[in-house]
């Protein structure tokens, strides 16, 4: 693994991978907590109707993305914020939709080869150094609004009502957290591709909750454990000549099923 | 003794999705009242509380929280919502929920100060829950959890405190020391309690309104039968308690 840190797109790879790692513990902490997941899977596939623009317009594929999930993510909001119970439908009809448009604008867009798998499964080993400049900029826009907001976050996805008395402006807030959520897909899918950006944002979060006392806490180890799967991911990727985004999930998932394991077998925990 | 009111709710009018919730209420409560809310579930009783709280604007009338708008005077009233709202699994301790009830909305990089933390450990003291300070919240039982919630909204000292279904998740236990505590603490603070449970009438509160779109107030601790009239959903939990107090007044003519 060393030796292969000196060729540039491996360094680069391990950068990307570490930004995406910070973004996925921060953001995906908000989405398991909130049971946003199946909202996210419908931003991060209906980001690919930018993919689509972009080439169709012939501008660059990540502010197509960028623009577009930013959009959808506004759209869901305020489709989710109203109604909730309504919302899982017109999710999932935009989820379609939006990689529909991504194909069909692709097929009518003339002399179009570029690599479409690398936006479905992701190309963390051809990140060039221009887009890990606009993920160290969207990491620190996320993490920064995430801490500023952070005790109304809190209070939000822990008890709505409750945080809407204290002054929280809640609707504010879920917009803004599924502005992030867009912001997040337009990183991770150049590590993982928008088909995988699910289990990168909910394995850890997930793991870490069991045995987190705070949001900061989950955060935290959803970060380490984050990294700790882009590491292992990109060796094994590396070692035996796999798809990296596959096999970064497929280390993810290793570890979601040995802590279901564990859960099972440790005692439950309670005080009375 | 017209100064004396500390909530004052004229006329209001509510509805939702174009049904009416609430035809002119009219209720006025004075400082160190224990109100109890009545009436059948869907009645607008949780409406009308969430109005008084300012989660709700009124369609018509007004309310008067103190003599200022709900909204205004939010950092003065507690508020213990209905457990449902609430994420259960959420990873966060006891002494985290308490301190929330001393949080300000609107974001900003700060932190609890000194003053927060000794007044959530007051609080959680008074609800003799501060050995359980460092556990997480889905570690306790419902009564654990409703007396956290009812500390959570001491936190930030108000003066009047609204309760929505306070013992939903409570065993009979439970649901007596809550109210025990409740009665204490009215030598202080005006309560207002929302509750399907008529056995809490009898025993602990001062005055009764049963709401079903419209609003009927009694000044003291009994239903009456106009009460029951109107809504006669309300005695459903009556006959069960067999409290030594009776709760429904006898008819006129016997």
Known sequence: MLEALQFEFMRNALFAGILASITCGVIGTFIVVNRMVFISGGIAHAAYGGVGLAFFFGLSPTLGILGFSLLVSVFMAAISFKAKHRADTIIGVLWAVGMALGILLLDVTPGYNVDLMSYLFGSILTVPTSDLWLMLVLNCLIVLTISYLYHDLAALSYDEEFARARGVPVKVIYFLLMAMIALSVVMIIQVVGLILIIALLTISPYIAEKFSRSLIEMMFYSVLLNFLFMLVGLWVSYSFNLTSGASIIMVGAVFFFISLILERLRPKRGIY | ?254
Not at chain 2, 28 to 39: E, K, T
Not at chain 2, 166 to 180: F, M, R
Not at chain 2, 208 to 221: E, M, R, S, T, W
């Open chain 2, 1 to 254: 003794m017209i100064d004396s009111t500390i909530i004052e709710v004229r006329d209001l009018w509510f509805s939702f999705n174009g049904q009416p919730v609430l035809k002119g209420v009219n209720l006025s409560i004075h400082p160190r009242d224990f109100l109890a809310i009545i009436g059948p579930n869907g009645g607008g009783k949780t409406t009308l509380l969430k109005l008084m709280l300012g989660l709700l604007e009124p369609g018509q009338g007004s309310i008067k929280i103190l003599g200022q708008y709900p909204k205004e005077v939010a950092p003065r009233i507690g508020y213990v919502p209905q457990e449902i709202g609430v994420n259960k699994s959420f990873p966060i301790s006891v002494l985290h929920v308490v301190l929330m009830g001393r949080m300000r909305g609107g974001g900003g990089w700060w932190r609890f100060s000194k003053a927060d933390r000794t007044a959530a450990q007051k609080a959680l003291e008074r609800m003799e829950m501060w050995k359980y300070r460092k556990h997480r919240m889905e570690e306790l039982s419902g009564g654990q959890r409703q007396r956290v919630f009812v500390a959570r909204a001491l936190v930030a000292e108000p003066e009047i405190l609204f309760l929505d279904e306070p013992t939903a998740s409570v065993d009979t236990k439970g649901q007596a020391d809550l109210y025990i505590f409740l009665k204490e603490l009215n030598e202080t603070v005006t309560i207002v309690v929302v509750s399907h449970d008529l056995s809490v009438v009898s025993s602990y509160v001062k005055s009764v309104a049963c709401v079903n779109q419209q609003l009927i107030f009694h000044d003291a601790p009994e239903i009456t039968g106009e009460m029951l009239e109107m809504a006669y959903h309300c005695p459903v939990d009556l006959i069960a308690h067999g409290l030594p107090h009776r709760v429904l007044r006898t008819h006129e003519d016997q």
